[in-house]
């Protein structure tokens, strides 16, 4: 089977830092990827790791272990309109590359 | 430079009813993929098509749901004989060519089934 973990909800402060996890369990492993959704809204793409290792765009830095099946996506110096929904997505196989398997998501409240 | 369209944004049909729902990619992107959404949930993949062709349909429903994209115009998600179970937001994504994994999304199609 196909799983991907993820905290359901996750409350921090305005400018502080917060850590998403993702743990997954797929019959392949092509790459990692990360999404933002508000409020229902259209899910916009954040960051993708194929290697181990961090990759940093802005505030948002995402990092991936393939040997622990492990990622999370670190979000920076928050603010109130990163209050959404965040969803890791694994690629599980190389030939159809394009066909995410998504986590149930994670809720991030940020408080002023 | 428009993003992805997809409408309606919202149907309403009755049980037995059809529900079309079209999408048009971003300019330049020839990969389409319908997913689902129940609320509180994550999206789950349907199908993945290119142009005249469907590259995966591992994910829709053997019966009564299809998918096409057409040489010209958008693709289009049937579900025929709709029942209260298929109530839900189906999002329409595209991508580049040397980027599947990165896909943008339309504003989704919220179905409901009364």
Sequence with gaps: ?112 | NAGVMQNPRHLVRRRGQEARLRCSPMKGHSHVYWYRQLPEEGLKFMVYLQKENIIDESGMPKERFSAEFPKEGPSILRIQQVVRGDSAAYFCASSPDSRPYEQYFGPGTRLTVT
């Design chain 1, 1 to 112: 089977g196909q799983s991907l973990e993820q905290p359901s909800e996750v409350t921090a402060v305005e400018g502080a830092i917060v850590q998403i996890n993702c743990t997954y369990q797929t019959s392949g492993f092509y790459g990692l990827s990360w999404y933002q959704q508000h409020d229902g809204g259209a899910p916009t793409f954040l960051s993708y790791n194929a290697l181990d290792g961090l990759e940093e765009t802005g505030r948002f830095s995402s990092f991936l272990s393939r040997s622990d099946s492990y990622g999370y996506l670190l979000l920076q110096e928050l603010q109130m309109k990163d209050s959404a929904s965040y969803f890791c997505a694994v690629t599980s196989d190389p030939s159809n590359t394009g066909k995410l398997i998504f986590g149930q998501g994670t809720t991030l409240q940020v408080k002023p």
